[in-house]
């Protein structure tokens, strides 16, 4: 019983996993061909020693400059007759040791004067700092080259000076991330929390910084390989008779005309092996970057990708409705797991009509508005199904060009938090003509005296000045306002607006939606305005459809689903409000969670919250019916005019 129980949970957990580092890393074809390369190198030089090869060092004159493929030596061998292929494989073992010791050297001590000099500040770090800035102030090879000198040629002063010349790419690097996370809210909690700079350091900071240390580490590694060998062409690495790459070729010179192969094989190995790490070092650059996680190791692409299944029949979209949205379901591929975001949405917006989108937070209200021009990042977002036509024309088909004509002109977004939407280096009014310029052949001259219109239209109080400012310099407010009238630029016929109150407090808030409510009804534009919140709601829209994971669970009119919704959901999310003078009111929040998207069960997704669960609730599809007046419903058992929740 325990075990059949346990079972689909870690059936589930392991369908829903990311897919692994690992296996986003054999997604990327060269980085999988460097890591074979890599690795039959890596593994040839550590089993030197019970390979069956000659001693590498072992002169033979008799058969000095023997030439490739001959039966004894099948890479031949070099002026002193010894074996090749033995002091290749024993080569590489001295230069791969040597080079990654360097790296590694390089990067702990690089990493800690980085750390330390941007955590501390001040005097500390300038004074470290000028020391790298000295380090850095001389070419590295010159610099390598008078370590040596002081220290004498040989294998171990060549790392030591390799790894000095490399501390200060590592340095600055950390520096600089450690710099900006220093100054950062989660550092400030730890210092809070009692912790002392060291911990805050090995804790906190170097956590964070780990992947650009490895990062660094991955692509330089190659690079100290080379400078290796460049000190030991030159005679100031391995000695006589030790083998290295660096020297095999410096040695292989010297018959450069009369056995070409005995320089060509150690500089097709450093090739070899320089271009594996590389290769390999960028694939684990790609899958370190959290953002490339969770799609193919591909770049965004402009527009959200569309898979439909040309067996489902195409509805014809209504002209005359501004947006009219059937069957939409958008979805991400995960590795091996999809999760519906959005799954079957039907909507549809008259001209100059307010629908509110309400929801729980994460019930794919944003992925909706953004399905609609192809916003939703791709990879992994896919438009998976379901037809999109604003005034009749189907916008899944539309060509590219059409979209971004589309895009900002007659339909328009606004966003929750337009201190992220907003450039932080461009002054306001310049992005507001910008936009407008984007569309119409306006001269600057007129693009801004549009942009002061639009100001003054979104009642920005003294616009001229406002327009010069950058958006740091703005209040919550004021942004949010420049952000409408960026999406009023064009006259669009359709605004988006996603959350874009709910990052104001409430006067503000009660401003910026009268605003809004008013410029819809002189522009006679059509919006869908998304919101958690049923107070704003009943302010300013006339429909209302409520979202549940991914699908719709209920539509009407406002006032009749605020008052006497069908869905228990509905009738939760309504009780939730706290209304003031009345602190009996029941504040329980709805029990649970809601469920995850990629791991849909059959019947009603709200099932396991619902107080009026049935058995015939966790069956089959549930299709949005009709309930009484204008409500529509997702659900088996309604509730009745005057009923309650329990
Ligand atoms: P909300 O209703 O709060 O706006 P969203 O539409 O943003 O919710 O999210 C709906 C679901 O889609 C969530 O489960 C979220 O985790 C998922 N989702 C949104 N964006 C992405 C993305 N870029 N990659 C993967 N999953 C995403
Ligand atoms: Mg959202």
Redo the contacts with the bound molecule.
């Keep these: 019983m325990t075990a059949a129980a346990a079972e689909p949970v870690a059936e589930r957990s392991e369908h829903s996993s990311r897919p692994s580092s690992f296996a986003l890393l054999m997604n990327n074809r060269l980085a999988t061909a460097g890591l074979v390369v890599l690795a039959v190198i890596v593994v040839a030089a550590l089993a030197a020693p019970i390979l069956p090869l000659e001693n590498p060092d072992a002169t033979d004159p008799a058969h000095r400059l023997a030439p490739l493929f001959s039966a004894a030596h099948p890479l031949g061998t070099d002026a002193l007759g010894r074996d090749v292929l033995s002091r290749l494989v024993w080569g590489s073992r001295v230069s791969l040791a040597v080079g990654v010791s360097a790296s590694l050297i390089a990067a702990l001590a690089g990493s800690a004067i980085g750390l330390v000099a941007g955590y501390a500040g001040g005097r500390t770090d300038q004074a470290m700092m000028r020391g790298i800035d000295l380090l850095m102030a001389f070419p590295y090879i010159l610099l390598a080259l008078a370590i040596v000198a002081i220290l004498g040629p040989g294998l171990v002063n060549a790392l030591y000076a390799i790894a000095i010349v490399n501390i200060p790419f590592f340095a600055r690097n950390i520096r600089g991330i450690t710099l900006g996370l220093a100054r950062r809210e989660f550092v400030d909690a730890a210092k809070l929390s009692g912790k002392g700079p060291v911990r805050i350091l090995a804790t906190e900071i170097l956590p964070n910084v780990l992947p650009t240390i490895v990062i660094t580490l991955s692509t330089t590694v190659g690079w100290m390989i080379l400078e290796t060998a460049g000190l030991s062409f030159l005679g100031l690495g391995a000695q006589p008779p030790q083998a290295d790459l660096g020297s095999m070729l410096g040695e292989g010179r010297k018959v450069m005309f009369t056995a070409p192969a005995v320089s060509l094989v150690p500089g097709l190995a450093i090739f070899l092996i320089v271009m594996a790490i590389n290769l390999l070092g960028d694939g684990i650059r790609d899958v370190l970057d959290p953002r490339l996680r969770?799609g193919a190791l591909t770049r965004p692409s402009a527009r959200t990708a569309i898979v439909r299944d040309r067996r489902r029949p195409k509805e014809e979209p209504d002209p005359e409705a501004t947006l009219d949205v059937r069957d939409l379901s958008t979805e991400?591929h995960?590795g091996r797991s999809t999760?519906k975001?959005v799954g079957g949405v039907d909507l549809k917006i008259a001209r100059g009509e307010c629908l509110g989108l309400v929801?729980?937070?994460?019930?794919?209200?944003?992925?909706?508005a953004m399905s609609l021009m192809g916003l939703?990042?791709s990879p992994?977002?896919v438009v998976a199904g379901g037809t999109v036509a604003f005034k009749g024309e189907d916008l899944l088909d539309a060509r590219d060009a059409r979209i971004r004509e589309l895009r900002g002109g007659a339909v328009s977004h606004v966003f929750q938090d337009p201190l992220a939407t907003l450039h932080p280096l461009f002054p306001v009014g310049d992005q507001v003509a910008e936009a407008i310029r984007a569309h119409r052949p306006l001269s600057r001259r007129d693009a801004d005296a549009e942009t002061r219109r639009l100001f003054e239209l979104v009642r920005i109080p003294n616009p001229a000045e406002r327009m010069k400012a950058y958006p740091h310099e703005l209040s919550g407010g004021l942004r949010q306002r420049v952000s409408i009238a960026m999406a009023l630029a064009n006259d669009p016929e359709l605004i988006v607006a996603?959350e874009p109150t709910t990052a104001l407090d409430v006067t503000v808030q009660a401003q910026v939606l009268r605003l809004l409510d008013e410029l819809r009804r002189e522009k006679n534009a059509a919006v869908l305005f998304?919101t958690h919140d049923f107070g704003v709601v009943s302010e300013i829209c006339e429909r209302v459809a409520v979202?549940y994971a991914?699908r719709i669970v209920e539509t009407g009119k406002t006032d009749e689903v605020l008052s006497e919704p069908a869905h228990p959901y509905t009738r939760m999310l309504i009780d939730c409000v706290p209304v003031m003078g009345e602190p009996e009111r029941r504040l329980d929040a709805i029990r649970g969670r809601p469920p995850a998207?990629d791991a849909l069960t059959p019947g009603c997704a709200f099932a396991d919250r619902c107080p009026r669960v049935q058995a015939d609730c966790r069956t089959g599809e549930l299709p949005l019916t009709p309930k009484r007046d204008s409500l529509a419903a997702r659900c088996l058992h309604p509730l009745e005019p005057g009923e309650t929740l329990s």
């Excluded at 929801?359 to 909706?368: A, I, L, P, R, Y």
Aim: no cysteine; aromatic share 4%; net charge negative.
């Design positions: 969770s991400f995960m999760a975001a929801g729980e937070s994460g019930s794919g209200k944003s992925v909706t939703v990042p992994p977002g996603d998304i979202m991914g998207v």
